[in-house]
């Protein structure tokens, strides 16, 4: 398993921007499928977006999508999110998470390691 932890997070009006940092230890990095989920107050937590192994391939949720991008730097064993036009229905809590199964990226059974989290908030 790898060590995760996130950082980023914030206050921010409707219509900013944060970028999300989640930096991991470990000598194989490269070989996790990395996600990036959300829980807000009251809710289950959500997937948001998820990156290959190599970052060929990016996956996310259709609330995101063209908005959020999640990116990879395997060299520094580090995975971000950059949110663009953020919305205050984006606020919650938001986790890195690494999985090296074939269970889908969408789960969150799927994976086998999470940070601690970082608090996004989004005021109106």
């Known amino acids: 398993q790898v060590q995760l932890v996130e950082s980023g997070g914030g206050l921010v009006q409707a219509g900013g921007s944060l970028r999300l940092s989640c930096a991991a230890s470990g000598r194989t990095f490269s070989s996790y499928v990395m996600g990036w989920f959300r829980q807000a107050p009251g809710k289950e937590r959500e997937f948001v977006a998820a990156?290959?192994?190599?970052?060929?391939?990016?996956y996310y949720a259709d609330s995101v999508k063209g908005r959020f991008t999640i990116s990879r730097d395997n060299a520094k064993n580090t995975v971000y999110l950059q949110m663009n036009s953020l919305k205050p229905e984006d606020t919650g809590v938001y986790y890195c998470a690494a999985k090296r199964n074939s269970g889908n990226y969408y789960y969150t059974r799927s994976y086998d390691s999470w940070g601690q989290g970082t608090q996004v908030t989004v005021s109106s």
């Open positions: 990156i290959s192994w190599s970052g060929g391939s990016t």
